[in-house]
């Protein structure tokens, strides 16, 4: 099963985390992604629109940190991903790496204006 959690936000909204099995052939072995939706169905529906149908939020065993959070509200998509640490514990090992933006990991092209 995949850590995850979920925080919500003073103005109703939920940030979700998930630590997952990357969906990217030659990608690292798992990413963590986070969600700003309205509400925790709608982050895991947004999850499974882009094809990660198995995308399921059991439990509150790791929630975003508030640096996450903070990352993913000034992202204008609200969905972004980078590689998990190893031992599943957040802290140090994810400081040195950004954060990229879904379609990064997915292998989607940019929308072109």
Sequence with gaps: ???G?????????????LNLPS???????SVRVLVHARNRARALTRLRNLGLRAVYLRGNTAPPTPDEITAVLHHPDGL???????????????????????RALLGRPAAQT
Excluded at 5 to 17: D, E, I, Q, R, S
Excluded at 23 to 29: L, N, Q, R, S, V
Excluded at 80 to 102: C, K, S
């Design 5 to 17: 959690g979920f925080c919500k936000l003073p103005n109703g909204t939920v940030v979700v985390a």
């Design 80 to 102: 972004i991903w980078r590689t998990a640490p190893a031992g599943g514990v957040l802290g140090q090992d994810l400081v040195q790496e950004l954060w990229h933006p879904i």
């Design 1 to 3: 099963m995949a850590a």
């Design 23 to 29: 969906p990217a052939a030659d990608g690292p072995g």
